[in-house]
C-alpha cells in the first residue's frame, strides 16, 4: 500500500463512507442476488461452475465492503488515538 499523509487518509477515508453512506446497498443487493441465484440454478453439466461464478461474485462484493469499512474504521481510530494525544499533551 502506498504512502499517505495524515490529509490522504483522512479524504480517504471520507470517499470511503460517501461510498458507504451512498451505495452500501449495492453490495448487500448482489450478495442476495447471487443467493438467490445460486439456489435455482439447475443446470447439471456446468450448474457448479455457475455457482462458484455466483460465488466469487458475492465474496467479491463483501470483501469490497468490508475494505471501505476498514479504511473508515481505521481513521476513526486513528483520530480518536490523535485526539487523546492532543489532550494529553495540553
Known amino acids: 500500500m502506498p504512502e499517505f499523509t495524515r490529509e490522504e487518509m483522512a479524504q480517504r477515508a471520507r470517499r470511503a463512507r460517501e461510498v458507504l453512506d451512498g451505495a452500501s446497498w449495492v453490495f448487500d443487493e448482489v450478495v442476495a442476488q447471487a443467493q438467490r441465484d445460486w439456489v435455482i440454478v439447475d443446470d447439471p453439466v456446468n450448474g457448479e461452475t455457475t455457482r462458484e461464478e455466483l460465488f466469487r ?15 473508515v474504521s481505521a481513521q476513526e481510530g486513528q483520530e480518536k488515538l490523535d485526539e487523546r494525544r492532543e489532550r494529553r499533551d495540553q
Not at 57 to 68: D, N, P, S
Open 57 to 71: 461474485k458475492a465474496q467479491a462484493a463483501l470483501r469490497i465492503k468490508a475494505h471501505l469499512i476498514s479504511i
